[in-house]
Structures are given as structure tokens and as C-alpha cells.
């Protein structure tokens, strides 16, 4: 295979490399975070992000952070993450546009990212007197 045809090759399955995977992660946290950044603006957690994640409720966290890369790894065996590459992302950015597969991969980890932590992480348990 030449160098021109080398990014039209689509890899499959397992082939999945880390800077992939890094861009398929990255916005399921940045999704957690944007649940934490409303909570705390409507007032129902206080404190930093990282007092929210660990010590506020670190079981919530835990299940929340289990069942995402639970989720991921099953839209992944499905073949969801099957033509998200590196060399797909650097010739997105070269070329200033974004790939349909990659959009899917980000858009999907952020809304897993996001329902998960804001259906099982909700900060302290508040006690009222």
C-alpha cells in the first residue's frame, strides 16, 4: 500500500490505536464535567469538580465511570469505533473538516459521558435538619 492510499484504510475492530481511543474517551469526561458545571450553577452540588468525582460520592462515581467504559467497549465490539483512526483525525485537521465517523464517536461519548454521571452521580448526599 503507497502513502497516498495508506489513510484511506479503514482499520478494523482490535486495531483501535491510543490516540483514537484518547479521542473517543476525552469527551465522555468532558461530558461528566458539563453535568457537574450545570448542577453546580443550578446550586445542587457545591465544591470542586474533583471534591464532586471522588470525595462527594465516590460510589456514584465508580458506577458512573464502570458503566461508561462498559458502554464503550459494547459500541466498540458492535463495530461503532471501527473507522476512527489517527490518521482519520490528523487529515481532519489538516484539511479543517471533521470526519462523519469521528463526529458519531465524540457526540456519542459525550451523551454517555453526560447521562450516566447525571443519572448516578449526584455530588454529597444532602442531610437536612
Not at 46 to 52: E, K, W
Not at 55 to 67: E, K, S, V, Y
Request: glycine share 10%; hydrophobic share 50%.
Amino acid at each position: 500500500m503507497d502513502a497516498a492510499n495508506a489513510v484511506l484504510a479503514i482499520p478494523q475492530g482490535d486495531e483501535l490505536d491510543v490516540m483514537a481511543g484518547f479521542i473517543i474517551v476525552l469527551p465522555g469526561f468532558i461530558g461528566m464535567y458539563a453535568h457537574w458545571f450545570i448542577a453546580r450553577k443550578k446550586g445542587h452540588v457545591t465544591g470542586r469538580f474533583i471534591d464532586y468525582l471522588i470525595a462527594d460520592n465516590p460510589q456514584g462515581t465508580g458506577i458512573t465511570i464502570a458503566l461508561f467504559f462498559s458502554a464503550l467497549g459494547g459500541l466498540n465490539w458492535l463495530g461503532l469505533f471501527d473507522q476512527v483512526s489517527t490518521e482519520y483525525i490528523v487529515t481532519a485537521a489538516k484539511n479543517l473538516c471533521i470526519y462523519k465517523p469521528a463526529l458519531l464517536a465524540i457526540i456519542t461519548s459525550f451523551t454517555i459521558g453526560f447521562t450516566f454521571d447525571s443519572s448516578l452521580n449526584n455530588g454529597a448526599k444532602q442531610v437536612s435538619l
